[in-house]
C-alpha cells in the first residue's frame, strides 16, 4: 500500500478489559456456555505470544501489558479467549491495521470461534495503542531533562543516590595503567568482594549458578590486603558465619551431578561440592533447582549476587546494604588479569593451582597450557538498588527455600531501611534492578505478572534511545529469529539484534553518523566441534546475516558510498605468546596433531568473552547475567539479574559523556587495544570506527599467520567473517575453520539438539 509503514517497529500498549455478553453488559457469565470457568487471554504477534492475563472466573482482568514490537506491517497480532481446557474464541487484526487507523484500535469486538465462525455470546472489550520507535526521545535529552523515570513494568522502580563502582576482569595487575584522565582508575573486583564480606556485621547472601568454595580470591603478591592471599573462600565465609553474621548460600542445583559420575554434572558447576563443604557448619547453604514444567534440567538459575551490610559513608555507626551484580562466577577459571596470559602464569600463584581448560579434551596443568584466559564484567552498587538486589534473593530464598532461615532487615541494629539511605549522602547514580524470571522461581511479580522480562525490556528501550553508538560484550549474540533467512521458527524471538539493525538502518536513511561494536567469544564455552557448540555457531551466524542484509539493503537504498562495516563491527578477544623465561614445563604432552597439540604448538587461544553488559552513548550501561540469547532474555528459561544505571547529569551538552560510564568503556578499550586514543572519544565517526576496524584486522592476521609473533598486550580480534559491500556473510578467504581446530566458523544446525537448550 503506497505510502504504509512496512514496519510494526515500536511498542503496542493493549489493555484487556472485559468478555462480555452483547445482550447482558453487567457480565451474567454462569449463563454462557463457559459455565463460569476461569478465563484467560493471551496475544500473539505472527503465533508467538507476547502477553497473557491472569485467570479469572468473571471475565475481568483490566490488565495492561507494554508489547515492543520490531515485525512486519503484514503481521497477525491474534488475541484470543480461553480457558484451561478451551479456546472460547479469538480477535485476528493486522498489523496495518493498527497503523493504518491512527494507531489506536479501541471498543468491544466479537469472538471467532474455531469454526471460522462469530460467537454471539461473546464479546472482548480491549485497546490497542501503538507508539513508533523513532518518537523515543534519545538518551541526552531525557538525561538532561531530568525526565527518565525508569521502565515502568518492573518489579523494582528506578532508585536514586545511589554508588556504582563498574569492574572489568576479576583482578588488575599493577602494570595495567591506562590514562586516568581518559579511562579511570581500574579497580579489583575480587579483592573489593574479599572486603566487602570479612566487614560484614550482618549478612551476607549469595545467589550462584556455579561456586566452588575452595577457590582462592586473593592471589596477587602486590595486594593491598596481604592477609587475604591464599585464604579459600569457604573458610572466609566460616570465619563469617563462626563470628554471627547470617551467611546464606543460594546455589543452582544442577541436577546432573550425580554420585554415579562424582558429583560433576554436566555443567561442573560444584553444587554437590558446595553443599557438602557447608555441611556441619554454620554457613546455610541450600541449592535449588529451576523448575520447568517441560524440561527440569534444561534451565538453570543464572543470577550471579553478592550482598553484605557495610559501613555507611561519613557514619560512625549506620549500616548500609552493599550488593555486587554481573556476570563473574565465584568458581575455576574466573581468575584473570587484563594480561590473560596463556603460558606464562600457568608456574604462579594465579594460576597454578587453578588451570582451566574446557574447549581442549583431556586438557590439565601437567601437559600445559594454553588455559583459557577469562573477560568478565560486574558491578557493585550500593544504596538503595543493592535493597532490591537483597528482595530478590529473598523473594528466589522464600520460594524454593525456608523462609524462616532468613534474618529480617528490620531486626538488624543501626541497618538503613533498604529503601532509604542517608539525607546527608548525595550520590550521583540512578539504578534500575531488571529480571528474567518467572512465578516458579519467586514470589511477588508485578502486577499480577507471571513472567517478568525486564532485562529485554530495557536492553530495546535502551537501543531505541541510542544517538550516537553502541558498545556491547556478551558471551552468545542470538536474536530476531522472525527476521532470518530459515528457523525462523526456532523461538529465538527476543529483539536485541533486530533493534540494533534497524536503528543502524534508520541512521543510514536520515545520513547520520552511527557506529556499533559487538565483541563475543570466537566461539562458545566447550570442544568447539561438539554438537552444542556448533549449533550455537549456526544461530549466530543466522543472527549476523539478518543484520549485515538490513544493513546492506539500507546503504544501497540510500544511494550512498559506505560499507556494512561502517556502522557494525562484530570482533572476538585472542591472545599470541611467545616462549618466555622461566615459563612452565609440563611432565607430559598432547598427542600430536590434535586440536592441543596444535593450539601449544602455535602458542595461541582466544580470550574467553563471558560478558553481559551495553554502554549506550556513553550515557547508559546495562549490566549484569544475561546473555543476548533466548534463555536469557525469555522469562520463563534461565533466571537472570541485571542493573540499569546511568548518572544525574548537569545539561551542558559538551560534559554529557565524560562521567564514569565513559571512563569505563576507555578503560575496556585499553585493555582490548592496549591504547587510549583521541579517536576513541567519539565510538560514532568514521574515523574511530575505521581504527578499530585495523586493529582488529591487524591482530587477526597476527592471530591467523603461521609465524608465532607475540600480540603484546592487543588482544581485540576481527571476529572471523567477511562481509560483502551488499552485506553478504561470507566464509574468510584463507579458512573455514578457526585456527587449530576443525570447528567450523559458520556452525552446523544439530539434527539432536532442541532450540530451546542452544537459543
Given at each position: 500500500?503506497?505510502?504504509?509503514?512496512?514496519?510494526?517497529?515500536?511498542?503496542?500498549?493493549?489493555?484487556?478489559?472485559?468478555?462480555?455478553?452483547?445482550?447482558?453488559?453487567?457480565?451474567?457469565?454462569?449463563?454462557?456456555?463457559?459455565?463460569?470457568?476461569?478465563?484467560?487471554?493471551?496475544?500473539?504477534?505472527?503465533?508467538?505470544?507476547?502477553?497473557?492475563?491472569?485467570?479469572?472466573?468473571?471475565?475481568?482482568?483490566?490488565?495492561?501489558?507494554?508489547?515492543?514490537?520490531?515485525?512486519?506491517?503484514?503481521?497477525?497480532?491474534?488475541?484470543?479467549?480461553?480457558?484451561?481446557?478451551?479456546?472460547?474464541?479469538?480477535?485476528?487484526?493486522?498489523?496495518?491495521?493498527?497503523?493504518?487507523?491512527?494507531?489506536?484500535?479501541?471498543?468491544?469486538?466479537?469472538?471467532?470461534?474455531?469454526?471460522?465462525?462469530?460467537?454471539?455470546?461473546?464479546?472482548?472489550?480491549?485497546?490497542?495503542?501503538?507508539?513508533?520507535?523513532?518518537?523515543?526521545?534519545?538518551?541526552?535529552?531525557?538525561?538532561?531533562?531530568?525526565?527518565?523515570?525508569?521502565?515502568?513494568?518492573?518489579?523494582?522502580?528506578?532508585?536514586?543516590?545511589?554508588?556504582?563502582?563498574?569492574?572489568?576482569?576479576?583482578?588488575?595487575?599493577?602494570?595495567?595503567?591506562?590514562?586516568?584522565?581518559?579511562?579511570?582508575?581500574?579497580?579489583?573486583?575480587?579483592?573489593?568482594?574479599?572486603?566487602?564480606?570479612?566487614?560484614?556485621?550482618?549478612?551476607?547472601?549469595?545467589?550462584?549458578?556455579?561456586?566452588?568454595?575452595?577457590?582462592?580470591?586473593?592471589r596477587d603478591p602486590n595486594t593491598e590486603i596481604p592477609h587475604a592471599r591464599g585464604i579459600k573462600f569457604g573458610e572466609l565465609l566460616n570465619k563469617k558465619a563462626e563470628e554471627g553474621v547470617a551467611v546464606r548460600v543460594m546455589?543452582?542445583?544442577?541436577?546432573?551431578s550425580l554420585p554415579l559420575i562424582k558429583n560433576k554434572g554436566v555443567m561442573n558447576t560444584h553444587d554437590e561440592d558446595a553443599f557438602a563443604y557447608f555441611n556441619h557448619t554454620k554457613v546455610i547453604c541450600r541449592k535449588c533447582?529451576?523448575?520447568?514444567?517441560?524440561?527440569?534440567?534444561?534451565?538453570?538459575?543464572?543470577?550471579?549476587?553478592?550482598?553484605?551490610?557495610?559501613?555507611?559513608?561519613?557514619?560512625?555507626?549506620?549500616?548500609?546494604?552493599?550488593?555486587?551484580?554481573?556476570?563473574?562466577?565465584?568458581?575455576?577459571?574466573?581468575?584473570?588479569?587484563?594480561?590473560?596470559?596463556?603460558?606464562?602464569?600457568?608456574?604462579?600463584?594465579?594460576?597454578?593451582?587453578?588451570?582451566?581448560?574446557?574447549?581442549?579434551?583431556?586438557?590439565?596443568?601437567?601437559?600445559?597450557?594454553?588455559?583459557?584466559?577469562?573477560?568478565?564484567?560486574?558491578?557493585?552498587?550500593?544504596?538503595?538498588?543493592?535493597?532490591?538486589?537483597?528482595?530478590?534473593?529473598?523473594?528466589?530464598?522464600?520460594?524454593?527455600?525456608?523462609?524462616?532461615?532468613?534474618?529480617?532487615?528490620?531486626?538488624?541494629?543501626?541497618?538503613?531501611?533498604?529503601?532509604?539511605?542517608?539525607?546527608?549522602?548525595?550520590?550521583?547514580?540512578?539504578?534500575?534492578?531488571?529480571?528474567?524470571?518467572?512465578?516458579?522461581?519467586?514470589?511477588?511479580?508485578?502486577?499480577?505478572?507471571?513472567?517478568?522480562?525486564?532485562?529485554?525490556?530495557?536492553?530495546?528501550?535502551?537501543?531505541?534511545?541510542?544517538?550516537?553508538?553502541?558498545?556491547?560484550?556478551?558471551?552468545?549474540?542470538?536474536?530476531?529469529?522472525?527476521?532470518?533467512?530459515?528457523?525462523?521458527?526456532?523461538?529465538?524471538?527476543?529483539?536485541?539484534?533486530?533493534?540494533?539493525?534497524?536503528?543502524?538502518?534508520?541512521?543510514?536513511?536520515?545520513?547520520?553518523?552511527?557506529?556499533?561494536?559487538?565483541?563475543?567469544?570466537?566461539?562458545?564455552?566447550?570442544?568447539?566441534?561438539?554438537?552444542?557448540?556448533?549449533?550455537?555457531?549456526?544461530?549466530?551466524?543466522?543472527?549476523?546475516?539478518?543484520?549485515?542484509?538490513?544493513?546492506?539493503?539500507?546503504?544501497?537504498?540510500?544511494?550512498?558510498?559506505?560499507?556494512?562495516?561502517?556502522?557494525?563491527?562484530?570482533?572476538?578477544?585472542?591472545?599470541?605468546?611467545?616462549?618466555?623465561?622461566?615459563?612452565?614445563?609440563?611432565?607430559?604432552?598432547?598427542?600430536?596433531?590434535?586440536?592441543?597439540?596444535?593450539?601449544?604448538?602455535?602458542?595461541?587461544?582466544?580470550?574467553?568473552?563471558?560478558?553481559?553488559?551495553?554502554?549506550?552513548?556513553?550515557?547508559?550501561?546495562?549490566?549484569?547475567?544475561?546473555?543476548?540469547?533466548?534463555?536469557?532474555?525469555?522469562?520463563?528459561?534461565?533466571?537472570?539479574?541485571?542493573?540499569?544505571?546511568?548518572?544525574?547529569?548537569?545539561?551542558?551538552?559538551?560534559?554529557?559523556?565524560?562521567?564514569?560510564?565513559?571512563?569505563?568503556?576507555?578503560?575496556?578499550?585499553?585493555?582490548?587495544?592496549?591504547?587510549?586514543?583521541?579517536?576513541?572519544?567519539?565510538?560514532?565517526?568514521?574515523?574511530?570506527?575505521?581504527?578499530?576496524?585495523?586493529?582488529?584486522?591487524?591482530?587477526?592476521?597476527?592471530?591467523?599467520?603461521?609465524?608465532?609473533?607475540?600480540?603484546?598486550?592487543?588482544?581485540?580480534?576481527?571476529?572471523?567473517?567477511?562481509?560483502?559491500?551488499?552485506?553478504?556473510?561470507?566464509?574468510?578467504?584463507?579458512?573455514?575453520?578457526?585456527?587449530?581446530?576443525?570447528?567450523?566458523?559458520?556452525?552446523?544446525?544439530?539434527?539432536?539438539?532442541?532450540?530451546?537448550?542452544?537459543?
Open positions: 500500500m503506497e505510502g504504509m509503514p512496512r514496519l510494526l517497529h515500536g511498542t503496542i500498549v493493549a489493555t484487556i478489559f472485559n468478555a462480555s455478553s452483547p445482550y447482558s453488559p453487567l457480565f451474567p457469565f454462569n449463563c454462557i456456555c463457559t459455565n463460569g470457568k476461569p478465563a484467560y487471554v493471551t496475544i500473539k504477534i505472527d503465533n508467538k505470544k507476547v502477553a497473557k492475563t491472569s485467570k479469572e472466573s468473571d471475565r475481568v482482568w483490566n490488565q495492561t501489558f507494554k508489547i515492543q514490537c520490531a515485525h512486519s506491517a503484514d503481521s497477525t497480532i491474534t488475541i484470543t479467549l480461553k480457558t484451561s481446557f478451551s479456546i472460547l474464541g479469538e480477535v485476528h487484526i493486522q498489523a496495518q491495521q493498527l497503523l493504518k487507523e491512527g494507531n489506536l484500535i479501541n471498543g468491544f469486538f466479537p469472538l471467532i470461534m474455531e469454526n471460522g465462525k462469530p460467537n454471539p455470546k461473546l464479546k472482548l472489550k480491549f485497546v490497542l495503542c501503538f507508539k513508533p520507535a523513532e518518537l523515543e526521545p534519545s538518551w541526552a535529552n531525557l538525561l538532561s531533562n531530568d525526565e527518565f523515570q525508569g521502565l515502568r513494568d518492573a518489579t523494582f522502580p528506578q532508585r536514586s543516590n545511589c554508588q556504582v563502582k563498574l569492574y572489568h576482569d576479576a583482578h588488575h595487575s599493577s602494570a595495567f595503567q591506562p590514562p586516568f584522565d581518559l579511562c579511570g582508575v581500574p579497580k579489583n573486583l575480587w579483592e573489593d568482594v574479599y572486603k566487602a564480606i570479612e566487614g560484614a556485621k550482618y549478612i551476607v547472601y549469595i545467589a550462584g549458578w556455579s561456586f566452588n568454595p575452595k577457590m582462592v580470591l586473593v546455589l543452582w542445583d544442577d541436577e546432573t533447582p529451576r523448575l520447568h514444567h517441560k524440561f527440569p534440567t534444561l534451565f538453570a538459575h543464572h543470577q550471579k549476587t553478592i550482598t553484605v551490610d557495610t559501613k555507611a559513608h561519613k557514619s560512625v555507626n549506620d549500616r548500609e546494604l552493599t550488593s555486587f551484580v554481573g556476570g563473574l562466577d565465584l568458581c575455576d577459571g574466573r581468575y584473570d588479569t587484563e594480561q590473560h596470559s596463556l603460558f606464562q602464569t600457568l608456574i604462579r600463584e594465579s594460576h597454578c593451582y587453578d588451570f582451566y581448560q574446557t574447549n581442549i579434551g583431556g586438557a590439565s596443568l601437567n601437559k600445559g597450557g594454553p588455559r583459557v584466559p577469562w573477560h568478565d564484567a560486574h558491578a557493585c552498587v550500593t544504596g538503595e538498588a543493592a535493597g532490591d538486589v537483597l528482595t530478590n534473593f529473598e523473594q528466589r530464598w522464600t520460594k524454593q527455600c525456608d523462609p524462616s532461615l532468613l534474618v529480617p532487615a528490620s531486626t538488624l541494629a543501626n541497618l538503613m531501611p533498604r529503601t532509604r539511605t542517608s539525607s546527608s549522602i548525595e550520590r550521583d547514580w540512578k539504578v534500575q534492578v531488571y529480571r528474567s524470571i518467572d512465578h516458579v522461581s519467586a514470589g511477588d511479580l508485578f502486577r499480577k505478572l507471571t513472567v517478568e522480562r525486564s532485562i529485554h525490556e530495557a536492553y530495546v528501550e535502551a537501543i531505541r534511545r541510542a544517538e550516537r553508538f553502541i558498545y556491547i560484550e556478551n558471551q552468545y549474540f542470538i536474536g530476531g529469529c522472525h527476521w532470518w533467512e530459515k528457523d525462523r521458527h526456532c523461538g529465538c524471538t527476543n529483539l536485541i539484534p533486530i533493534e540494533i539493525a534497524l536503528k543502524v538502518v534508520n541512521k543510514i536513511k536520515a545520513k547520520k553518523r552511527f557506529a556499533v561494536y559487538i565483541v563475543i567469544p570466537m566461539w562458545p564455552e566447550g570442544v568447539p566441534e561438539s554438537e552444542s557448540v556448533q549449533d550455537i555457531l549456526h544461530w549466530t551466524r543466522e543472527t549476523m546475516e539478518m543484520m549485515y542484509r538490513l544493513i546492506g539493503e539500507a546503504i544501497q537504498e540510500s544511494g550512498e558510498p559506505g560499507h556494512p562495516r561502517d556502522y557494525l563491527n562484530f570482533f572476538c578477544l585472542a591472545n599470541r605468546e611467545q616462549k618466555g623465561q622461566g615459563e612452565y614445563l609440563p611432565p607430559d604432552f598432547p598427542h600430536p596433531e590434535t586440536q592441543y597439540w596444535n593450539a601449544q604448538k602455535n602458542r595461541r587461544f582466544m580470550v574467553y568473552v563471558h560478558s553481559k553488559l551495553m554502554i549506550v552513548d556513553d550515557l547508559y550501561i546495562l549490566i549484569g547475567s544475561a546473555n543476548v540469547n533466548q534463555r536469557s532474555m525469555d522469562g520463563e528459561r534461565d533466571t537472570e539479574i541485571a542493573i540499569g544505571c546511568y548518572q544525574s547529569q548537569d545539561g551542558a551538552d559538551n560534559q554529557m559523556s565524560l562521567g564514569d560510564i565513559h571512563a569505563y568503556r576507555m578503560s575496556l578499550w585499553y585493555e582490548h587495544t592496549n591504547s587510549a586514543q583521541e579517536l576513541f572519544l567519539k565510538p560514532e565517526c568514521l574515523e574511530c570506527v575505521q581504527r578499530m576496524r585495523s586493529i582488529g584486522d591487524q591482530m587477526w592476521e597476527i592471530y591467523n599467520s603461521e609465524e608465532i609473533v607475540d600480540m603484546k598486550g592487543v588482544h581485540l580480534v576481527t571476529y572471523p567473517v567477511r562481509i560483502t559491500q551488499e552485506g553478504y556473510v561470507k566464509d574468510m578467504i584463507d579458512g573455514i575453520h578457526f585456527p587449530d581446530t576443525n570447528s567450523l566458523v559458520k556452525g552446523k544446525r544439530s539434527k539432536m539438539l532442541p532450540p530451546d537448550l542452544t537459543t
